[in-house]
């Protein structure tokens, strides 16, 4: 090491995506539980009220517990040094993405997404598709906060390129002479 300190890392923000993803399922959840509590005891045989609580159950975990859980596990993370994304289901994923190596980044919102504040970041790496922050609460402070992180964060030979370009493009030759 040239004797320079490392700054540690820290986290700016931790993120999931926009809760509104959780209204259907939270919809189904409530009719689902108001109608068994209806219907249970209303049923002239036994095996009827158990069938009616054991679709119920079977309902509540299909269309609230999965989604709420997938909700749940889909993270995002900004630390000073990098982007970490995680989520998954059952195979579980995590891709890093440094600020220092330098992006583009974009927001694309349609009109619900408009309305709420959220949008989807496009964080552009130059590989063969962006990567994809979907549905993310304050996408426009997201992305600028990406931009800051990602000027302080050059490395050193990035800042070196970077300062040797800029010393070219102030130079004026004449022709033919230096």
């Known amino acids: 090491?040239?004797?320079?300190?490392?700054?540690?890392?820290?986290?700016?923000?931790?993120?999931h995506p926009h809760g509104r993803a959780l209204f259907?399922?939270?919809?189904?959840?409530?009719a689902t539980v108001g109608a068994a509590t209806y219907f249970y005891g209303r049923l002239p045989e036994t095996w009827e009220n158990l069938a009616l609580l054991a679709g119920g159950a079977l309902l509540i975990v299909v269309a609230w517990f999965l989604p709420f859980i997938s909700w749940l596990s889909r993270r995002y993370v900004l630390t000073t040094r990098r982007v970490v994304i995680r989520g998954g289901l059952f195979v579980r994923y995590r891709q890093e993405l440094l600020h220092s190596r330098g992006y583009d980044v974009t927001v694309r919102q349609n009109g619900l997404q408009?309305?709420?504040?959220?949008?989807?970041?496009?964080v552009n790496t130059g590989l063969d598709r962006p990567v994809v922050l979907r549905d993310v609460p304050g996408a426009d402070l997201v992305q600028a906060a990406l931009h800051d992180l990602m000027e302080?964060?050059?490395?050193?030979?990035?800042?070196?390129?970077?300062?040797?370009?800029?010393?070219?493009?102030d130079e004026t030759t004449a022709w033919g002479s230096r």
């Open 114 to 122: 408009a309305m709420f504040g959220s949008g989807d970041v496009l």
């Open 152 to 169: 302080k964060s050059l490395n050193p030979i990035a800042a070196r390129r970077q300062a040797e370009a800029s010393r070219e493009s």
């Open 1 to 15: 090491m040239s004797g320079e300190v490392r700054e540690s890392e820290r986290v700016i923000a931790r993120l």
């Open 24 to 30: 259907w399922p939270c919809v189904v959840l409530i």
